[in-house]
């Protein structure tokens, strides 16, 4: 494992986000945090049986607690670390990365021009604690012609997105319907996340934002 470098001559963000997403790194952004990326490489295989939403908390946790094991190794300062996994889900059926042309096309087809569910887990781990949340939205896409098909696959955009789609990207121009959370979609639900990382100290709502 590469040891983690540290910024030097500055503060130190203030918080550990296990994953390389350059999305994720920028929907923080977004709300006004900065970070340390410690990418985590898991096994992601889905058990027999195992429901969507029962998969993507999984995976999140699982992350959250290897990011964390990985903080405590390095010896590096404790700060609290966020974890997160998206899925796209069809007839109950999990769609992960297609490994090819083949299986994005295959995916896209599927899609086309009817609602799936995306689901998206946070974690937040510091210390033994993990916190985590669920995100659920659902999308529908116009109909993909064929053209609409080869254009998309060709751009290359499909092949480390679930579902083979990104929402952020060019299929921004296939989505008719969105009921939920346009960040969740793209990999970060900002209102769960904030919301999480309220109860490990990092209150950027203020208190009355995650108050019922």
Do not use: N
Request: net charge negative; proline share 6%; charged share 20%.
């Amino acid at each position: 494992m590469t040891h983690t470098s540290l910024p030097s001559g500055e503060a130190l963000p203030p918080l550990y986000l296990a994953s390389a997403s350059p999305r994720r790194r920028e929907l923080l952004a977004q709300i006004g945090l900065s970070c340390i990326q410690l990418p985590m490489d898991i096994d992601e295989t889905v058990l027999p049986d195992e429901a969507p939403a029962d998969y993507v908390l999984r995976l999140a946790a699982a992350k959250a607690r290897a990011g964390w094991a990985r903080v405590a190794a390095e010896g590096l300062p404790a700060r609290p670390l966020l974890a997160a996994d998206t899925t796209v889900t069809v007839d109950g059926e999990i769609l992960g990365k297609p490994a090819d042309a083949f299986e994005a096309r295959a995916m896209l087809q599927r899609l086309s021009g009817r609602s799936h569910e995306v689901l998206t887990a946070v974690a937040v781990c510091h210390g033994v604690r993990v916190d985590s949340a669920l995100s659920v939205s659902r999308v529908e896409l116009l109909p993909l012609t064929a053209a609409m098909l080869d254009g998309y696959i060709a751009s290359g955009e499909p092949f480390d997105k679930a579902g083979a789609y990104g929402i952020q990207g060019r299929a921004a121009s296939f989505i008719a319907h969105l009921d939920g959370s346009y960040s969740g979609v793209m990999g970060l639900p900002l209102c769960e996340t904030a919301r999480l990382l309220a109860m490990h100290g990092l209150d950027i709502l203020g208190s009355h934002g995650h108050e019922q």
